[in-house]
């Protein structure tokens, strides 16, 4: 991300999706950032905090200060405290069979921004990668909770999969993964199909090897949901019974590409399954 104001909003919006992601409120921000003061002009570190300042008051929390140290590269983000009732916030684990799993954002951002790096694809494409990666989770977060979901992960760095894997190894559960239920940028299998990928995708596939079984054969939708990807969604699962309901809030409200993908069974190991 070239631009400074756009890349803190981003950088804040992640790291804020944290406490979102375990049905917190957001309270106090903490910048931190390492800066190669050799190579940038100061004002462009001005214009990242500018960023990171805005995305904290949307969310309403106080930004409370900072630490910057001399650094050969760059790195911003927020360290975010926040409140929730310790009889009610959600863990990444505990996901029950029977229970369905949503996905509140479209997947392919590392794919995207990677295409657009290696200028494969045009930046048209770009707002629609920044409006998803500088969008709060606390929405998401408010639905999930209203609708009794009982386990939740951000999808960040590990993609998908290698997040939905701690939910499940956490509770010994077996999740079905309907790819054909994904939301994902339409771009990306092109790009998948010019062999466009970043080395996370790598160190996912590998970690994912014992963990996932694919009954696809689709090399895109492999991709897809290995991927890194850059301040994602929510993937929560609630009662069956409820998913009508909150997919309905979460269109409403920001959340326009959520889907439920997934349902979770019982299984004597941790294991994911996707068809």
């Not at 970043?198 to 290995?226: G, P």
Request: aromatic share 6%; charged share 20%; glycine share 10%.
């Amino acid at each position: 991300m070239d631009d400074p104001y756009t890349f803190g909003a981003i950088a804040a919006t992640n790291s804020l999706s944290d406490v979102y992601s375990m049905g917190g409120v957001p309270k106090t921000a903490l910048n931190i950032t390492c800066w190669p003061k050799a190579d940038l002009a100061l004002p462009i570190l001005g214009d990242i905090i500018e960023g990171g300042t805005e995305k904290a008051i949307e969310a309403g929390a106080a930004l409370v200060g900072g630490h910057t140290v001399d650094a050969p590269e760059l790195m911003y983000g927020l360290a975010v405290t926040g409140i929730v009732h310790p009889e009610k916030f959600v863990k990444n684990y505990g996901a029950r069979p029977g229970e369905v799993l949503i996905l509140t954002k479209n997947l392919g951002i590392g794919i995207l921004t990677t295409g657009l790096k290696f200028d494969k694809i045009g930046d048209a494409v770009l707002p629609q990668l920044v409006e998803s990666m500088t969008r709060l989770n606390a929405s998401a977060a408010a639905v999930m909770l209203k609708y009794g979901a009982s386990a939740c992960t951000d999808v960040t760095g590990y993609g998908l999969l290698g997040h939905a894997s701690e939910m499940a190894a956490g509770n010994d559960v077996r999740l079905k993964i309907d790819s054909s239920a994904v939301p994902y940028f339409a771009d990306a299998p092109a790009l998948v199909a010019q062999d466009t990928y970043t080395q996370a995708y790598l160190a996912n596939m590998t970690f994912l090897e014992d963990k996932v079984t694919f009954h696809t054969d689709s090399e895109a939708m492999h991709h897809i949901l290995m991927e890194a990807e850059t301040s994602g969604g929510l993937l929560f699962s609630l009662p069956a019974e409820n998913a009508d309901a909150a997919l309905a809030e979460l269109h409403a409200a920001d959340c326009p590409e959520a889907a439920v993908i997934g349902e979770v069974v019982a299984g004597e190991t941790a294991h994911i399954e996707v068809f």
